[in-house]
Nanobody
Framework: QVQLVESGGGLVQAGGSLRLSCAVSSGTIYSFNVMGWYRQAPGNKRELVAT??????NYLDSVKGRFIISRDYVKNTVYLQMNSLKPEDTAVYYC?????????WGEGTLVTVSS
């Protein structure tokens, strides 16, 4: 099975930056497998933040220009660089990968942005 390990969450002031990491600790993924970041704030449904595959990235409109998703294919790690953070970015962020039609999730890392 694919296992994902997340890190990088924490408390930051509005306008600050954080970088989230998600490493594939077991299993095998390929460059064509789509990896992404989702987030879920209290009372909200889980929403897609960003995805990445070979030569393609997509972003939630509200994070465009502020967040950057990247991927290290050697280390099997996906990153989410979050800049100009806003209080509304506060949520638990989950890493995701789809392999052979199945979704695998990280355990979540909490990002809290104070005003």
């Amino acid at each position: 099975q694919v296992q994902l390990v997340e890190s990088g969450g924490g408390l930051v002031q509005a306008g600050g930056s954080l970088r989230l990491s998600c490493a594939v600790s077991s299993g095998t993924i390929y460059s064509f497998n789509v990896m992404g970041w989702y987030r879920q704030a209290p009372g909200n449904k889980r929403e897609l933040v960003a995805t990445i595959t070979v030569g393609r990235t997509n972003y939630l409109d509200s994070v465009k220009g502020r967040f950057i998703i990247s991927r290290d294919y050697v280390k099997n790690t996906v990153y989410l660089q979050m800049n100009s953070l806003k209080p509304e970015d506060t949520a638990v962020y989950y890493c995701n990968v789809m392999v052979a039609g199945a979704n695998y999730w990280g355990e979540g890392t909490l990002v809290t942005v104070s005003s």
